[in-house]
C-alpha cells in the first residue's frame, strides 16, 4: 500500500538538537546485509538486517541466524537514532555528520540494545484537585537505544578510546614505504602520537598494524616493508 510518505535516505547528518520495536536479542554480533527505511504506521522505520548472528545476551533464547533491527528515524539527535549515529561514528573514528552507513554494510559488527536509557527530564505543572494548589513535577523521559561498537575492519574499533581522524590518518600514512621498525620510529616520535598512551600502546603490541593488515588496509611485501592498499575510513 502507498502511503504517499517519501521515505528519506537514512543518515546521521545536521540532527536538530533538542522507542525501538522489541527484540529478544540484547547484544549480539553479526554481519550486517541491508539497510532498509520503511513507511509504517508511526513513521519511518530503518530496518537493519544481520546474518552470521552470535548471540551474546538475549532476555530468552534466540536460535535464529539473523536479526532485524528497527529503530525509528529521527531528525532529533537526543533520540534513539542520535545515539545509534554517536555510536557508529565513535566505531568508524568520524564525527556524527560523517558517518556513511555504506562501509559499515557487509561488516561483522556488535550490537547492543541499551533499555531505560535516560534521554533527559521535563517538567510540568499540575494542580492539587483537593487544595488548587499549583506545583512543577519533574518526569524522566527514557526509552530504548542500540549502539554499535567493534566493526570488522575499522581502525578505531582497534584502539581503546576515542582517537581523531586526522592523527590515525597520519599514523597510517607513516607506515607507507617502511619497514616496522621504521615505521615505530616515525611515528612514536610524533608529537601528537606521545600525547596518546592508548594510541602509543596500540602501536606497540602491534594491534594496530596487525589489525589493519587483516582488514586489507596494508601489506607487507617480501622485503618487510608495509605498504597502503586501501583507505581505512
Not at 28 to 34: A, D, T
Not at 41 to 64: A, C, N, R
Not at 86 to 110: F, H, I, N, P
Amino acid at each position: 500500500m502507498t502511503t504517499g510518505m517519501e521515505v528519506p535516505k537514512p543518515s546521521f547528518k545536521g540532527l536538530k538538537s533538542g522507542g525501538e520495536w522489541r527484540t529478544p536479542l540484547k547484544k549480539f554480533r553479526g554481519r550486517l546485509k541491508s539497510i532498509t527505511p520503511k513507511a509504517e504506521k508511526f513513521g519511518t522505520m530503518v530496518h537493519f538486517g544481520s546474518t552470521e548472528v552470535q548471540v551474546i545476551l538475549s532476555d530468552t533464547p534466540y536460535l535464529y541466524p539473523i536479526a532485524d533491527i528497527s529503530i525509528k528515524y529521527s531528525e532529533q539527535e537526543n533520540s534513539g537514532w542520535g545515539k545509534l549515529g554517536d555510536s557508529y561514528a565513535k566505531a568508524m573514528g568520524c564525527s556524527r555528520d560523517e558517518v556513511d552507513l555504506g562501509k559499515a554494510v557487509g561488516k561483522l559488527q556488535t550490537w547492543e540494545r541499551k533499555d531505560n536509557y535516560l534521554f533527559g527530564t521535563r517538567s510540568s505543572e499540575v494542580t492539587d484537585p483537593n487544595t488548587g494548589e499549583k506545583s512543577t513535577v519533574k518526569e524522566e523521559m527514557k526509552g530504548t537505544v542500540w549502539e554499535v561498537s567493534d566493526i570488522e575492519g575499522m581502525v578505531s574499533s582497534l584502539i581503546p578510546g576515542a582517537v581523531p581522524k586526522s592523527l590515525l590518518d597520519t599514523v597510517i600514512g607513516l607506515m607507507d614505504g617502511r619497514n616496522q621498525n621504521a615505521w615505530w620510529r616515525a611515528a612514536l616520535t610524533n608529537e601528537d602520537v606521545k600525547k596518546d598512551a592508548k594510541l602509543q600502546d596500540s602501536i606497540m603490541n602491534n594491534t594496530l598494524l596487525e589489525g589493519l593488515k587483516a582488514a586489507g588496509t596494508v601489506m607487507e611485501d617480501e622485503n618487510g616493508i608495509l605498504h597502503i592498499q586501501d583507505a581505512p575510513f
